[in-house]
Every structure is written in structure tokens, then in C-alpha cells.
């Protein structure tokens, strides 16, 4: 089962932008979905974005036209732009592959003035 850990959270004004990164140990095989999960406590893990093994991309209708997923070897990033209060959250970044599933320990997303 492959380890995933997250970097880049932080604290950032409204309409600023992050970058999140998340570093893949262990092998992701030639099927797979990986992305982005959000979540306030209290409430229930969010999808944020994913990408699969065939190209195939998906974002919440929340963040369509701001973030973007994308993988460089076994590297994942998400780039969050034009942020808003509501984006708020610990995002996670996730790996399904040879149907193991891995998540990393998440990395907490501020977004005030």
C-alpha cells in the first residue's frame, strides 16, 4: 500500500492562490484514480478533484474553473486559485490502485483576510 503525504497548506486571503502537493511512496500501477478530498470537521469528506489512469478528469461544481488536478511521476498537485472562505478545509490527496486504497494525513487550507 502505497504512503501519500501532503504539503503546501497554509493560510491565504480571499482570491489569493495555493498549490498543494502530494509525494507517492510505493508503486501506482497502470490502473488507477487519484485526487483530492476536502473536509470540515463535522461534516463529510468531499470530493474536491480526481484524475484517473485514462485522463479522465472530475472537480466539484464548486471548484470547476479555479483548481486543478494534476500528476507528474509520483508527484500529485492541485492548484487552487481565486480562493474563497468556503474552500476552507484539510484537503487529502488519495491513490486507488490495484484496488488498495491510500490516503495521506491531510494539510489544512485557511482562507481569510
Known amino acids: 500500500q502505497a504512503q501519500l503525504v501532503e504539503s503546501g497548506g497554509g493560510l491565504v486571503q480571499p482570491g489569493g492562490s495555493l498549490r498543494l502537493s502530494c509525494e507517492v511512496s510505493?508503486?501506482?500501477?497502470?490502473?488507477?484514480?487519484m485526487g483530492w478530498y476536502r473536509q470540515v470537521p463535522g461534516k463529510q469528506r468531499e470530493l474536491v478533484a480526481t484524475v484517473n489512469s485514462g485522463g479522465m478528469y472530475n472537480y466539484a461544481d464548486s471548484v470547476k474553473g479555479r483548481f486543478t488536478i494534476s500528476r507528474d511521476k509520483n508527484m500529485m498537485y492541485l492548484q487552487m486559485n481565486s480562493l474563497k472562505p468556503e474552500d476552507t478545509s484539510i484537503y487529502y490527496c488519495?491513490?486507488?490502485?490495484?484496488?488498495?486504497?491510500?490516503w495521506g494525513q491531510g494539510t489544512q487550507v485557511t482562507v481569510s483576510s
Open positions: 510505493g508503486r501506482i500501477y497502470s490502473a488507477y484514480v
Open positions: 488519495y491513490l486507488n490502485t490495484a484496488r488498495l486504497v491510500s
